[in-house]
């Protein structure tokens, strides 16, 4: 069965717009361990991924986001880089991301890599070399302690799992910082040399045809790491950078990865430092605003977004590639979306996040259905994870952050289409049965479904681009239910029921509906949603 009923892109209109330069922008984040397996191995690869490029245009993607495929133990999914400069083998080699990258720009979309820049993993070629002179030019590429007191603000990402910033190394004699696993020795971003080990890898990777890097942790990397002038101004590494790579590439895209406030992301931004930065403000405000059933979360959240970070600079997400992370939330407010969202212990992680997956968190469908749409609305650029296209759901009996780490469910077949080999280790248990099973879930059953997520996701896709719905643009509207969040720009009307209950919502111009669920023209449904012309 055709499961890609057509192609959305244009190949031939090239790069001249730039990032978010065209209406019906869309970033599609993918695992390549975890999308498509081509060889049989039970590991996704690149000759997996490129097999399914055709079915991410007719998603209307323009942006491909990979997760790390660079050499690694894949302690932390990858995020544990041995070498910067290798593609792991499992996914293939250098001559396959050439590959894939020339099909998915024969298809018009621009493809972003992770850039693991704030830390290396224990067995990079780097830190091997620094722990055997600690005091010397390669020990300068990481930071060093003769004792393990903490200062002030330092603190670990992974409470509860790794609760230390410092580990003793025996080689060294000396503490290194750790800001995230033990494994993951933090790099000393003050070092010049640093820096320009820096520059040759983001270079090397646009010589090979990238077309920019999602900077993980961005912030982190230039903040200060657990001892005096271990910090650098960030707008001054992050400018020196740009200045650097646009030698290499002069339309190359940043993007930022931080979850901090918006006051602090727009440094960020200024001058042109990064394209957009990975929202996880309004992520908090709309997981507040399902918990109450009210919109004015959102409303206070994009208020304040707008006044530091313009709209085409935001990406917007529903579940990022891990936890639901509320940390931006109060801690009566955190602890209210947990009861309401994650009632069990099983279900939280690190005393901040949610470890479940968004379909089964939404339930029922028709919240799902609502939060899709609500992401295409929202002011910003629009972000998917692979799966969420479809509502993937999660298998809490894996620990930690693990949990909604899915194999992408092409088919109803063994292992959800995913790999022919016998086993498939990377397939959550919970994704062989149950209500978001692959039995169910999965492409070729939704792209023949026309009431679908699947058939959705298209539609509201189609309506972005042909109604010309750019990231930015938009106003609140008042149509008196709390309730109710109404979005206007330029002739087009979203509203959004974030609420079970049924409301009635006063319109003082004559509309036609363009796509809408449980709305007859007065009435919105629980959790109903409508896309409206005037």
């Known amino acids: 069965m055709n499961t890609t009923p057509d192609v959305?892109?244009?190949?031939?209109?090239?790069?001249?717009?730039?990032?978010?330069?065209?209406?019906?922008?869309?970033?599609?984040?993918?695992?390549?361990?975890?999308?498509?397996?081509?060889?049989?191995?039970?590991?996704g690869d690149f000759a997996g991924a490129m097999q399914h490029l055709?079915?991410?245009?007719?998603?209307?993607?323009?942006?491909?986001?990979?997760?790390?495929f660079y050499a690694s133990a894949r302690r932390d999914n990858g995020y544990d880089v041995d070498d910067h400069l290798a593609v792991d083998p499992r996914f293939g080699d250098l001559d396959d991301v050439r590959a894939f990258l020339?099909?998915?720009?024969?298809?018009?979309?621009?493809?972003?890599?992770?850039?693991?820049?704030?830390?290396?993993?224990?067995?990079?070629?780097?830190?091997?070399?620094a722990r055997?002179?600690?005091?010397?030019?390669?020990g300068r590429f990481f930071v060093w302690s003769e004792d393990d007191s903490i200062e002030p603000g330092d603190h670990p990402m992974f409470p509860g799992e790794d609760d230390e910033v410092w580990r003793f190394d025996e080689r060294a004699g000396r503490y290194f910082h750790h800001q995230f696993y033990a494994f993951q020795p933090d790099l000393n971003a003050t070092d010049p040399d640093?820096?320009?080990?820096?520059?040759?890898?983001?270079?090397?990777?646009?010589?090979?045809?990238?077309?920019?890097?999602?900077i993980d942790?961005?912030?982190?990397?230039?903040?200060?790491?657990?001892?005096?002038?271990?910090d650098v101004e960030d707008g001054s590494f992050f400018d020196h950078l740009r200045a650097r790579l646009r030698e290499v590439r002069h339309d190359v895209a940043l993007i930022a990865e931080a979850d901090e406030s918006p006051e602090l992301m727009a440094a960020l931004v200024e001058n042109g430092r990064f394209e957009a930065v990975i929202d996880f403000t309004l992520n908090n405000a709309v997981v507040?605003?399902?918990?109450?059933?009210?919109?004015?979360?959102?409303?206070?959240?994009?208020?304040?977004?707008?006044?530091s970070i313009p709209p085409v600079a935001r990406l917007n997400f529903l579940h990022n590639a891990d936890e639901i992370d509320l940390q931006q939330l109060s801690d009566a407010e955190r602890a209210e979306a947990f009861d309401h969202f994650a009632p069990e212990e099983a279900m939280l992680i690190y005393g901040r996040g949610i470890r479940r997956g968004w379909a089964p968190m939404m339930q029922p469908q028709q919240r799902l259905r609502m939060t899709v749409s609500l992401l295409y609305a929202l002011p910003g650029v629009p972000l998917l994870l692979a799966g969420q296209e479809l509502g993937v759901g999660d298998d809490l009996t894996i620990e930690g952050r693990g949990a909604a780490r899915t194999t992408m469910q092409w088919d109803d077949s063994r292992w959800g289409g995913f790999t022919s080999a016998e086993a498939s280790p990377l397939t959550l248990p919970a994704q062989a049965s149950g209500p978001f099973g692959s039995g169910t879930v999965n492409v070729r059953a939704q792209a023949a479904d026309p009431d679908s997520l699947l058939s959705l996701v298209r539609r509201i896709s189609d309506v972005r681009r042909d109604k010309h719905a750019d990231a930015g643009g938009w106003t609140v509207l008042d149509v008196g239910q709390p309730s109710v969040l109404a979005l206007r720009r330029d002739g087009l009307i979203t509203l959004h029921n974030l609420s079970a209950d049924d409301v009635e919502v006063q319109l003082d111009e004559d509309v036609q509906d363009v796509l809408a669920e449980r709305w007859d023209g007065r009435t919105l449904g629980g959790y109903g949603f409508a896309w409206l012309s005037d």
């Not at 621009?110 to 830390?119: E, G, P, Q």
């Not at 320009?196 to 890097?213: P, Q």
């Open 8 to 43: 959305r892109h244009d190949p031939a209109r090239g790069w001249e717009n730039g990032w978010a330069g065209d209406p019906g922008e869309l970033v599609y984040g993918l695992d390549l361990s975890r999308f498509a397996d081509g060889d049989g191995d039970g590991f």
């Open 54 to 68: 055709d079915y991410l245009a007719s998603l209307g993607v323009t942006w491909i986001w990979l997760l790390p």
């Open 102 to 129: 020339a099909a998915a720009h024969e298809r018009g979309m621009r493809v972003l890599i992770d850039a693991v820049l704030h830390h290396t993993s224990d067995r990079h070629e780097w830190f091997l070399a």
């Open 132 to 138: 055997e002179d600690p005091d010397g030019e390669a």
């Open 194 to 214: 640093v820096f320009e080990a820096i520059v040759k890898v983001l270079s090397f990777w646009l010589e090979v045809g990238v077309d920019g890097f999602r």
């Open 217 to 230: 942790a961005a912030l982190l990397i230039v903040q200060g790491k657990g001892r005096p002038d271990t």
């Open 288 to 307: 507040l605003a399902l918990t109450r059933g009210e919109a004015r979360p959102v409303v206070d959240a994009l208020s304040r977004l707008d006044d």
